[in-house]
């Protein structure tokens, strides 16, 4: 139990394009999920949290227009990287939570390439 | 934001050695977390602690929730080849705020 699945794995864009991945619990309704950012040998970053039906809450330093969170159902949340630009490459990283206390569970991660 | 201090940040053991890795903060939290996340792929979760003092086992893996509820540790015994990868911990506040640890990168040598 407890699967969360992001789509695409692997995104490879020119410079200006927007890309968006998706984060969906496949097996629970997720009340909360969560963007991270991870560089090569670091620790996974918050972006943002975002709740079902509400505006994402974004970390200091995350920009929001940069990075756009929809998340319109229970079971599926959206980060959208507009006009990504090289900097923006990374691994992206979402999770879901079912409830407040619970684990989160995280997706497989997402690797944005822009060349 | 804020991260938990593990350690170590790496190891290299040999394959059937005992592994032991630990999270302090200096904040108290309610719920500990411990995770493994392999190359290119996302965490996964290995062990939830939730009460003060609780030691709980996933197979080989044995962690405990430290009485302070500041700590946590780790122990992974008879390590074999396909434990290689990065352990975080993670620890939750009573307001559900969520931290990650630096991470400990396990290699283990056949």
């Known amino acids: 139990g407890a699967v969360v699945s992001q789509h695409p794995s692997w995104v490879i864009c020119k410079s200006g394009t927007s890309v968006k991945i998706e984060c969906r619990s496949l097996?629970?309704?997720?009340?909360?999920m969560f963007w991270y950012r991870q560089f090569p040998k670091q620790s996974l970053m918050l972006m943002a949290t975002?709740?079902?039906?509400?505006?994402?809450?974004?970390e200091q330093g995350v920009e929001k227009d940069k990075f756009l969170i929809n998340h319109a159902s229970l079971t599926l949340s959206t980060l959208t990287v507009t006009s990504a630009h090289p900097e923006d490459s990374s691994f992206y990283i979402c999770?879901?939570?079912?409830?407040?206390?619970?684990?989160?569970?995280f997706g497989d991660g997402t690797r944005l390439s822009i060349l | 934001g804020q991260q938990l201090n593990q350690s170590p940040q790496s190891m290299f053991i040999q394959e059937g050695e005992d592994v032991s890795m630990n999270c302090t903060s200096s904040?108290?939290?309610?719920?500990w977390l411990w995770y493994k996340q392999d190359p290119g792929e996302g965490p996964v979760l290995l062990i939830a602690?939730?009460?003060?003092?609780e030691l709980t086992s996933n197979g080989r893996l044995t962690a405990q929730f430290g009485i302070t509820r500041k700590d946590s540790f780790l122990n992974i015994s008879a390590s074999i080849p396909s434990d290689v990868g990065i352990y975080f911990c993670?620890?939750?506040?009573?307001?559900?705020?969520?931290?990650f640890g630096t991470g400990t990168s396990l290699t283990v040598i056949p």
């Open positions: 999770s879901a939570r079912q409830g407040g206390g619970q684990p989160q569970h």
């Open positions: 097996d629970f309704q997720a009340t909360t």
């Open positions: 975002s709740n079902e039906g509400s505006k994402a809450t974004y």
């Open positions: 904040s108290i939290f309610n719920t």
């Open positions: 602690l939730y009460k003060a003092g």
């Open positions: 993670a620890g939750q506040t009573t307001g559900n705020q969520f931290y």
